[in-house]
């Protein structure tokens, strides 16, 4: 008896361990089916990185405010701001891999309509590729403009390591 209850004990105990070896593991709960994730656990004790909203740098600073060509299509802006993301993270000692939650605003462009497509195209290079096979949790929000008529893309990350 004395045995048995001994054994449960030292079961218990290293399932105990187990379980307390995962939680402190950053864990995505993945989505095979799409480029995101449905969610992600980060565990006490994990340092947590926060961007600000990041636009693109300016392509064309001869550009007059309010033309289109001073920060690109969406897809040039989409690729700036998550240049900028990638740089101002790297600076603090963090990579796109640690990168676990985005969240977007995408404004109209010149003819009105959001270029949802573009921002896909965006995010597929920076996430859940051959080089990074990280996805992020994520959302992406059409609004009806930004800081600037000319922007139309801004990106909050936020990193866990």
């Not at 361990?17 to 995101?36: A, L, M």
């Not at 600073?61 to 993301?85: C, E, F, H, V």
Request: hydrophobic share 40%; net charge negative; proline share 4%.
């Amino acid at each position: 008896m004395k045995n048995s209850i001994v054994l449960i004990l030292v079961a218990l105990i290293s399932f105990s361990c187990q379980k307390d070896k995962e939680s402190k593991e950053i864990r995505r709960i993945d989505r095979t089916d799409s480029s995101i994730l449905k969610g992600v656990f980060i565990p006490e004790g994990k340092d947590i990185f926060y961007t600000s909203g990041l636009v693109s740098e300016v392509l064309n600073p001869d550009a007059p405010s309010g033309d289109m060509s001073k920060y690109g299509n969406t897809y040039q802006q989409s690729i700036g701001a998550l240049k900028r993301i990638k740089e101002i993270i790297e600076a603090e000692g963090y990579k796109m891999e640690d990168v676990f939650f985005l969240r977007v605003y995408l404004a109209p462009n010149e003819t009105g309509e959001i270029d949802w497509d573009a921002w896909f195209k965006a995010y597929g290079e920076y996430f859940n590729n051959e080089e990074n096979p990280n996805k992020v949790a994520r959302s992406t929000i059409g609004v009806y403009k930004l800081a600037r008529p000319e922007l139309l893309v801004e990106v909050e990350a936020v990193a866990a390591k």
